[in-house]
T-cell receptor
Framework: GNSVTQMEGPVTLSEEAFLTINCTYT??????LFWYVQYPGEGLQLLLK?????DKGSNKGFEATYRKETTSFHLEKGSVQVSDSAVYFC??????????FGKGTTLSVSS | EAGVAQSPRYKIIEKRQSVAFWCNPI?????LYWYQQILGQGPKLLIQ????????DSQLPKDRFSAERLKGVDSTLKIQPAKLEDSAVYLC????????????FGPGTRLTVL
């Protein structure tokens, strides 16, 4: 069945450091891929998405590229801020199937 | 635009008791989802409604969990009787019909079963 594997955290960075959170997936067909973010005390928010191979999703300085050849959708940001501290979830959705989430990666950014 | 509303935000109960959670989706969203998020894991879909009909409840433990969306708007998720392993955050989400790629999540209800 479909599944998502993302790197374990916590990830601890200093402000302005480069961020990568790895995400790989297993799926039949051509799923859509997502990154969701959960800030402390808040609900899940869609950060970015990509619906087909080679698409790049971007938002708030974050980017992720849908790589079908490596079944990956790694999240990157060139310069993180303290306000980016949150839990990040990679997710996929196939046609007619439920949204499936990874376990989440906690990011902590210090000034 | 108001977001997805959920109540209560927190609930503590003893095992074998019953509990109910309420969700009011974004106005005009025909599709409503309930997810269970156990600590340290990603959310897992329990049930999906399209208007007041069930689309997917394959992951719902039907011996103890039930959900309804009688008028196609707000929804209630019930657990009866609760077990220790039901301790989790219960998330409600909604989307426009046929726009499951754009789900909007509520703040969740954190359930602790003692």
């Amino acid at each position: 069945g479909n599944s998502v594997t993302q790197m374990e955290g916590p990830v601890t960075l200093s402000e302005e450091a480069f961020l990568t959170i790895n995400c790989t997936y297993t799926a039949t067909g051509y799923p859509s891929l997502f990154w969701y973010v959960q800030y402390p005390g808040e609900g899940l928010q869609l950060l970015l998405k990509a619906t087909k191979a080679d698409d790049k999703g971007s938002n708030k300085g974050f980017e992720a590229t849908y790589r079908k050849e490596t079944t990956s959708f790694h999240l990157e940001k060139g310069s993180v801020q303290v306000s980016d501290s949150a839990v990040y979830f990679c997710a996929l959705k196939g046609a007619g199937t439920a949204l499936i989430f990874g376990k989440g990666t906690t990011l902590s950014v210090s000034s | 635009e108001a977001g997805v509303a959920q109540s209560p935000r927190y609930k503590i109960i003893e095992k074998r008791q019953s509990v109910a959670f309420w969700c009011n989706p974004i106005s005009g969203h025909a599709t409503l989802y309930w997810y269970q998020q156990i600590l340290g894991q990603g959310p897992k879909l329990l049930i999906q409604f399209q208007n007041n009909g069930v689309v997917d409840d394959s992951q719902l433990p039907k011996d103890r969990f039930s959900a309804e969306r009688l008028k196609g708007v707000d929804s209630t998720l019930k657990i009866q009787p609760a077990k220790l392993e039901d301790s989790a955050v219960y998330l409600c989400a909604s989307s426009l019909e046929h726009r499951a790629n754009e789900q909007f999540f509520g703040p969740g209800t954190r359930l602790t079963v003692l």
